[in-house]
């Protein structure tokens, strides 16, 4: 006679071995911080607040500073229209800005924040003072434009709250 395993075992074994699946760090689900390795998409880097300036009720302009030696090389490579995503070190959510003029040689980038009621990540980086870190990790490029493909772009923005 053949014994099956009871109902509540099986389900048992299943509620565990999904809950490994989704509470164990594991690499492959996040990307480490690097103090030493240049930009990249594949973990985060430091970056200091150069400015946090109101613009509006609700915008603010920030300015951050990549170290020089942190730049990779090939930084032609970005592409015209690439974003970086930043981590709320408070809550581990990451989002993603596009840098309003790209990098300089010294590492400058420059975004254009707004304050959403539930964004948590934009009301975190309203609040930050400048000196303070924040850890980014890119590029990645966000559209990829090509040089006399189109005629005509037209951006549209939809509101907040959809």
Request: proline share 12%.
């Amino acid at each position: 006679m053949i014994r099956r395993p009871a109902p509540v075992l099986v389900a048992l074994g299943a509620a565990a071995g999904a809950s490994y699946y989704l509470f164990y760090p594991h690499p492959s689900r996040s990307a480490p911080s690097s103090q030493k390795a240049p930009l990249s998409p594949s973990h985060f880097t430091p970056s200091t607040v150069l400015s946090n300036e109101p613009c509006g009720p609700d915008t603010k302009l920030l300015r951050l500073a990549v170290s020089p030696n942190l730049l990779p090389h090939h930084r032609f490579s970005f592409g015209p229209v690439w974003s970086v995503f930043i981590k709320d070190d408070d809550i581990q959510v990451e989002r993603p800005y596009t840098p309003l003029e790209g990098i300089d040689d010294q590492g400058h980038m420059s975004f254009w924040i707004k304050k959403y009621p539930k964004g948590e990540v934009g009301r975190w980086l309203h609040a930050k003072s400048v000196g303070e870190t924040i850890e980014l990790r890119g590029p990645l490029t966000t559209w990829p434009w090509k040089d006399d493909t189109w005629d005509e772009v037209v951006m549209v923005r939809i509101p907040y709250p959809l």
